[in-house]
C-alpha cells in the first residue's frame, strides 16, 4: 500500500461497543445468518472485536496528525447515552449488496460527536469529508449472490464506552484493526 510504504498509516475514529453490546450483536449475526437466503459463503462477518462505528475516516496519515489526534482524544469523549437503533440495511441496496449494516439513529450527541471529529480532522489536515455522517455499525461484508429474507428486528439500542483512534490493514479475508489511542466515554465503565 503506498500510504503504507511512504510512512502513513490508514487510520480512523470510531466509538467501540461495550461488552454488553458486543454480546448483543453477536445474537444479531447469529439470527442475522438464519435469514441468509443466498449463498452462505457470500457474507464475511465481521468478529465481534472488531465491531466499531467509524465517526471519520481518515485515511493514510502521517506521524504528526496521528499524535495530534491522540492529543485531541479526550476532547472526543463525551457522556453518550445509549444509541437507538433504525433498523438492518443491505448497502448500497438489496440488488447490488456490498455491506450489511445495523443502521442507528443520529442522536444529536452523535452527530455533535462525528462533527468534532470533522473539525479535528481538518486541523491535522486531512481533507474535509465529501459524506455525510450515516451513523452505523458494519456487521458483515457481501459478495455478489448473497442475498437474504426478511430481515429480523434489532436490538432497540446500543451502548458504546470509548472511542478510539484505529489503524486499519486491509489483509486477507478481512481488513484488521488495530487501537492506537483508546479514551473511555465520560460517565463509562470500562
Not at 44 to 69: D, K, M, N
Request: proline fraction near 9%; charge should be positive; aromatic fraction near 6%.
Amino acid at each position: 500500500m503506498a500510504g503504507e510504504a511512504s510512512g502513513e498509516t490508514r487510520c480512523f475514529v470510531a466509538l467501540l461497543p461495550d461488552a454488553a453490546s458486543r454480546q448483543i450483536l453477536q445474537r444479531c449475526r447469529e439470527a442475522l445468518a438464519r435469514s441468509i437466503a443466498g449463498i452462505a459463503r457470500g457474507v464475511r462477518w465481521v468478529e465481534p472485536p472488531a465491531l466499531h462505528l467509524t465517526l471519520r475516516f481518515l485515511g493514510a496519515s502521517a506521524p504528526a496528525q496521528i499524535a495530534y489526534l491522540k492529543h485531541q482524544l479526550p476532547t472526543l469523549a463525551p457522556t453518550l447515552p445509549a444509541i437507538a437503533t433504525r433498523r438492518y440495511a443491505i448497502w448500497p441496496n438489496r440488488a447490488r449488496p456490498r455491506l450489511l449494516v445495523l443502521e442507528l439513529e443520529s442522536e444529536p450527541q452523535l452527530v455533535a460527536l462525528a462533527h468534532d471529529c470533522e473539525m479535528h480532522a481538518r486541523k491535522a489536515g486531512f481533507a474535509p469529508e465529501g459524506r455525510g455522517f450515516r451513523a452505523h455499525v458494519t456487521l458483515a461484508r457481501l459478495r455478489p449472490g448473497c442475498a437474504f429474507g426478511i430481515l429480523p428486528n434489532p436490538p432497540p439500542t446500543i451502548t458504546f464506552d470509548s472511542v478510539a483512534l484505529m489503524q486499519s490493514k486491509l489483509t486477507q479475508p478481512a481488513a484488521t484493526y488495530t487501537e492506537l489511542a483508546r479514551i473511555e466515554l465520560a460517565g463509562s465503565v470500562i
